[in-house]
């Protein structure tokens, strides 16, 4: 299998230059050693779009997180991704936390972050969210934050590209990956494949990728977050995206809304974990994120919660910045590595760093004239009754709900199944129709999608998964009948 482009990993920073490069006369193969794209970081992360004031001005992280904040604006309306410009508020209270403020918004500044403004006085703070702690009387409010659903994003940026002439390869996780003259040779279990350029995306394993070639070499640190999920009951709690004043650890545990309605609280911080994709929520992580919400936004109903979950940043220490460019020694080797926060608000714009890096090495593509732009499919539930009435009319599945809580169609799931970039597990039906997402997390659709998988793709009983290859579902017969 020859490309001219290969990209290893196939989350957000993947899937964006696959993306770009897919505008472009060249062939390209997007790798993930998953069965599907956004199945690590990209997924299990806290949908922020982050305004740009943070990062160090003078960074390839400041820069790229304005770039991909007004990219995201323009995008997620065309692709149908469900977004919310809702704003943030980083808050404090004590003259520490307003000299850090202050700090932050001269950060903003310089990085060209636009509708910015310091809030003043408890009264004045309180006025924009209630539900604040009584004590917070400082704040930088960023009118170009909001919120946006990480795995949508993804997938629809893979499915434009994979809809333009791309390959997408899952469950084919590179073991091997050597210079073969002007080509690098990546032994995958799905064969070997061969492209003169290579991006490594890999997230928490790209100093494996990188440091199979040898030379420069570094190391990624993981660092878990954990969170809670709120039902929709509680996705007014706040309007905006809550940080607290950011210290060494981070930016803190932060309150949001969801672009779903949801509200989500978290993530802690931790560099002790196990090993790599350590994802399990553990009583101290879901203790500390309790507690330390509590200092921005009090009195949160956590018994309102419905579903825990963690993810896992790739971190490299004593680095403040993303590891962005060519392997020295390796010409056509490009790393994409480090890639923590803000880099699912800088998702679009690393496609365009891509190109930037090929044309710096004078290399030109062609762009295609006949570009097929496709918005994911909007959910049933969001249509007109007329054009809900005028779908079941012409498919009868788009009438049978399946989802309950979300209120999902058999209709939509066999547009999932059946798309050029397939679900292929109950969670990859989720990550694109919502189905599951709800508050009964997928007790009563989950049998139902585990059926239409079975009889869709034509899978015995212990052949369908509910996310990664081989996390089967059903094991074993206990009664007659499972085919």
């Given at each position: 299998m020859t490309y001219d482009v290969a990209i290893i990993g196939a989350g957000v920073v993947?899937?964006?230059?696959?993306?770009?490069?897919?505008?472009?006369?060249?062939?390209?193969?997007?790798?993930?050693?998953?069965?599907?794209?956004?199945?690590?970081?990209?997924?299990?992360?806290?949908?922020?779009?982050?305004?740009?004031?943070?990062?160090?001005?003078?960074?390839?992280?400041?820069?790229?997180n304005?770039?991909?904040?007004?990219?995201?604006?323009?995008?997620?309306?065309?692709?149908?991704?469900?977004?919310?410009?809702?704003?943030?508020?980083?808050?404090?209270?004590?003259?520490?936390?307003?000299?850090?403020?202050?700090?932050?918004?001269?950060?903003?500044?310089?990085?060209?972050?636009p509708d910015m403004k310091i809030i003043k006085g408890k009264e004045e703070v309180h006025k924009l969210e209630p539900n604040l702690a009584p004590e917070i009387d400082y704040a930088l409010y960023a009118g170009s934050a909001g919120v946006i659903a990480p795995w949508e994003l993804t997938y629809a940026m893979a499915l434009n590209a994979v809809v333009n002439g791309a390959t997408f390869l899952g469950d084919a996780e590179v073991s091997k990956i050597e210079k073969k003259g002007e080509m690098y040779r990546l032994t995958t279990a799905k064969g070997d494949v061969e492209a003169k350029y290579v991006f490594n995306c890999a997230g928490l394993n790209s100093d494996d990728i990188n440091n199979a070639l040898g030379m420069d070499s570094f190391s990624i640190t993981p660092c878990k977050g954990e969170y809670y999920l709120l039902d929709k009951s509680q996705g007014n709690l706040v309007s905006r995206v809550i940080f607290q004043t950011p210290?060494?650890?981070?930016?803190?545990?932060?309150?949001?809304?969801?672009?779903?309605?949801?509200?989500?609280?978290?993530?802690?911080?931790?560099?002790?974990?196990?090993?790599?994709?350590?994802v399990a929520n553990t009583l101290d992580g879901l203790k500390f994120v309790r507690d330390a919400s509590a200092r921005s936004v009090p009195n949160i109903p956590f018994f309102e919660n419905i579903r825990n979950f963690a993810g896992e940043r790739a971190t490299i220490a004593e680095m403040d910045d993303f590891l962005i460019g060519e392997k020295e020694g390796m010409p056509g080797f490009f790393n994409f590595a480090g890639i923590k926060s803000p880099g699912l608000t800088c998702g679009p714009a690393f496609g365009y760093e891509a190109i930037r890096l090929l044309k710096e090495k004078g290399i030109e593509?062609?762009?295609?004239?006949?570009?097929?732009?496709?918005?994911?499919?909007?959910?049933f539930k969001e249509l007109s009754k007329e054009e809900q009435e005028a779908m079941i009319k012409k498919n009868?599945?788009?009438?049978?709900?399946?989802?309950?809580?979300?209120?999902?169609?058999?209709?939509?799931?066999?547009?999932?199944?059946?798309?050029?970039?397939?679900?292929?597990?109950?969670?990859?039906?989720?990550?694109?129709?919502?189905?599951?997402?709800?508050?009964?997390?997928?007790?009563?659709?989950?049998?139902?999608?585990?059926?239409?998988?079975?009889?869709?793709?034509?899978?015995?009983?212990?052949?369908?998964?509910?996310?990664?290859?081989?996390?089967?579902?059903?094991?074993?017969?206990?009664?007659?009948?499972?085919?």
């Amino acid at each position: 299998m020859t490309y001219d482009v290969a990209i290893i990993g196939a989350g957000v920073v993947g899937s964006s230059i696959a993306y770009v490069l897919s505008h472009y006369d060249v062939k390209v193969v997007l790798l993930d050693k998953e069965n599907d794209v956004s199945m690590k970081t990209s997924k299990a992360n806290s949908g922020i779009v982050h305004a740009g004031y943070d990062p160090k001005p003078g960074t390839k992280m400041a820069r790229l997180n304005v770039e991909g904040n007004a990219l995201i604006r323009e995008l997620a309306p065309k692709l149908n991704v469900h977004f919310k410009q809702c704003g943030s508020l980083v808050v404090g209270a004590t003259p520490e936390d307003h000299k850090a403020i202050d700090t932050l918004y001269e950060r903003g500044l310089a990085n060209k972050v636009p509708d910015m403004k310091i809030i003043k006085g408890k009264e004045e703070v309180h006025k924009l969210e209630p539900n604040l702690a009584p004590e917070i009387d400082y704040a930088l409010y960023a009118g170009s934050a909001g919120v946006i659903a990480p795995w949508e994003l993804t997938y629809a940026m893979a499915l434009n590209a994979v809809v333009n002439g791309a390959t997408f390869l899952g469950d084919a996780e590179v073991s091997k990956i050597e210079k073969k003259g002007e080509m690098y040779r990546l032994t995958t279990a799905k064969g070997d494949v061969e492209a003169k350029y290579v991006f490594n995306c890999a997230g928490l394993n790209s100093d494996d990728i990188n440091n199979a070639l040898g030379m420069d070499s570094f190391s990624i640190t993981p660092c878990k977050g954990e969170y809670y999920l709120l039902d929709k009951s509680q996705g007014n709690l706040v309007s905006r995206v809550i940080f607290q004043t950011p210290s060494k650890m981070g930016k803190g545990v932060l309150v949001s809304p969801t672009c779903h309605g949801n509200l989500i609280v978290g993530p802690d911080a931790n560099l002790n974990v196990k090993y790599r994709e350590d994802v399990a929520n553990t009583l101290d992580g879901l203790k500390f994120v309790r507690d330390a919400s509590a200092r921005s936004v009090p009195n949160i109903p956590f018994f309102e919660n419905i579903r825990n979950f963690a993810g896992e940043r790739a971190t490299i220490a004593e680095m403040d910045d993303f590891l962005i460019g060519e392997k020295e020694g390796m010409p056509g080797f490009f790393n994409f590595a480090g890639i923590k926060s803000p880099g699912l608000t800088c998702g679009p714009a690393f496609g365009y760093e891509a190109i930037r890096l090929l044309k710096e090495k004078g290399i030109e593509f062609k762009e295609k004239d006949n570009y097929k732009f496709t918005p994911l499919p909007k959910y049933f539930k969001e249509l007109s009754k007329e054009e809900q009435e005028a779908m079941i009319k012409k498919n009868p599945a788009y009438g049978q709900v399946i989802c309950r809580c979300e209120t999902i169609t058999l209709g939509e799931i066999l547009e999932a199944i059946h798309s050029p970039l397939p679900a292929v597990s109950i969670d990859g039906v989720k990550r694109r129709t919502n189905a599951g997402m709800g508050r009964c997390q997928g007790g009563f659709c989950g049998p139902k999608v585990f059926d239409i998988l079975m009889k869709e793709n034509h899978l015995k009983f212990d052949e369908v998964y509910q996310d990664a290859t081989g996390s089967s579902i059903a094991v074993a017969e206990t009664k007659g009948g499972a085919k």
